[in-house]
C-alpha cells in the first residue's frame, strides 16, 4: 500500500511538471530525496488478492414460511352492486373511488371479515315482499363468508330515512354491511375506528365521532347491553373494543344475519361535489381492511362457519 502511494505521489508530480505548473523552490535546509522503500512491516498481514470464496449452494433450500394473500379480485368494485338489488334496477352506486377516511382502522377486531349485503346474500330475504327477492338458503353458507367483497351503499330502500342525493331513485341504503368471520352472534368485537368519544348509544346503534377528522362512525345492530362505559360523551382510543356485532334489528326483534351496519358521515367530495351526511364507506373500509391484514395475515383467510344455532340471538 506505501509503494503505490508513493507510486501515486511520483505520478502526480511528473503530472504536474508537465502541465506546466511550477512548485515552490526546494529548501536548501531539505535533505537529498531518498527513493528508498522503507522496510516492509512484519506486522502488517500481506495483501489478499484472492476473491472470497463462493458459500456453498444449499442444493434442497427450505421453503419460506407460507403466507396468505388476498386472491386476485377479492373486492368488487365501488358501486359495483348485486344485479337487481339496486332501488333502480340495473343502476349502479357510488363509483368514486375516494377514501372518504383515510384516517380511520378497520371497525371489526380482526379478520377475516366480508362486506356484502345482508338481505340479497345467502339466507337473505330480500326486499318488498318479494319486488326484489333474496336468494334464500341459511345465514351460515360459506359464500357469505368469502371473499370477493361488494359494495352495497346505494343498494334498494323505499322509506323516507334512508333518503340521499348520492343514489339513483334518491332513497338507497345509506352504509356498508359487514360480516365478521364466522355468523356467531355477540362473539365478534367492534372497535372505534378513530380517537374520538361515543356521541350516540340507541337501542341497537353507538355512534363514534373522529376527533381528527370531524367525521361521524355510525353502527347498527350491535349487541345489547353495551358494556357500562360506553355512554354518549365517553372517550375512546382508536382501536379500543366498544361492542359485540349480533342480529338486532330493535331492542326486541332479530335482524336477517349477524352483521354491522357501518356508515360514515360528514362533509366530503363525492363525484366532483361535495355532500353533507351519509358518505359511502366501501373504499375506507377496503384500505383499512387491507392495513390489517397486511399486519396480521392470519387474519385474511375465510374459516369453516358453525350451525346455524350459533348464529341466532343469545337468549
Known sequence: MILMRLFAIAVLSVGVVACGQVGPPRPDNMPPADNTPPPADDDTPPADDEP??????????????????????????????????????????????????????????????FANSQIFGQGGGGYASGEWPGPGGSENDPRNFDYPWADNFCEVRLDAKHATDLCPGGKAHKGQDLRPKTCENAVHWLVAPETGWISHVGSISVNIMGAESGLKYKFLHVQMPVPDWVKTGAPVTQGQPFAQVSDLLSASSRATTVHTHFEIHGAADVDGALHNGALPPYTSLVESYLDLVDANPDMAEPVAQPSQDKCLTPQ
Not at 56 to 65: K, N
Not at 77 to 84: E, I, Y
Open 52 to 113: 472470497d470464496p463462493m458459500p456453498p449452494v444449499d442444493e434442497d433450500p427450505e421453503p419460506p414460511a407460507p403466507g396468505f394473500e388476498l386472491p386476485g379480485g377479492w373486492q368488487g368494485a365501488p358501486g359495483a352492486l348485486l344485479p337487481g338489488s339496486s332501488t333502480v334496477k340495473g343502476s349502479t352506486g357510488v363509483t368514486d373511488p375516494s377514501v372518504i377516511a383515510p384516517e380511520m382502522i378497520f371497525p371489526l377486531a380482526e379478520g377475516p371479515a
